[in-house]
């Protein structure tokens, strides 16, 4: 999804609302999104209903790359509904916010940092510093007849793990 800035007022607003969601002790909401603008020009917000505080925010910067987020859902009381909002902060700016791969779970976000890889890297990234070698999601046993042929998870075995590319 795509909300542009051009041709827009300052204080415009676009809405993207999920699903109604049951009731929670806890869900965890996990999006990627990329924001093009200058400093100042447009605001990105993530909440629950236009009355609930802001759960999330971003405030435009021109990092030119896709960034991983998630927010805790909690909602003890009715059901929710995550909504998404790009907000024009500067007359007519050439400015921008794209969100992908949005998806919600059961159970809250993973501590920073926690990570089992068995749906993707958790928003860890590899360095851009070192471009010889990536690490990557991967499951059994591999082409030189190396790595392991499943993952670990707590007292399950998972499938993936993560192993370096050459």
């Given at each position: 999804m795509l909300a542009e800035g051009k041709t827009r007022n300052v204080n415009e607003r676009a809405l993207l609302l999920t699903p109604i969601q049951d009731r929670t002790t806890g869900s965890c909401l996990h999006f990627w999104y990329f924001q093009h603008a200058q400093s100042q020009q447009m605001k990105f917000n993530v909440y629950l209903s236009t009355q609930s505080p802001i759960l999330w925010s971003h405030d435009a910067s021109l990092d030119n790359r896709w960034l991983y987020a998630e927010v805790n859902i909690n909602s003890l009381s009715q059901p929710w509904q995550a909504i998404f909002e790009g907000e024009i902060l500067a007359a007519n700016p050439d400015a921008s916010i794209a969100i992908d791969d949005v998806s919600i779970t059961r159970g809250l976000c993973p501590k920073p940092g926690d990570c089992?890889?068995?749906?993707?890297?958790?928003g860890w990234t590899n360095s851009k510093n070192n471009r010889e070698m990536d690490w990557l999601v991967g499951q059994g046993i591999h082409?030189?007849?190396?790595?392991?042929?499943?993952?670990?998870?707590e007292k399950n075995f998972a499938k993936f793990y993560l192993f370096i590319f050459f």
């Open positions: 089992t890889f068995e749906r993707n890297l958790c082409s030189l007849g190396t790595g392991p042929s499943y993952g670990i998870k």
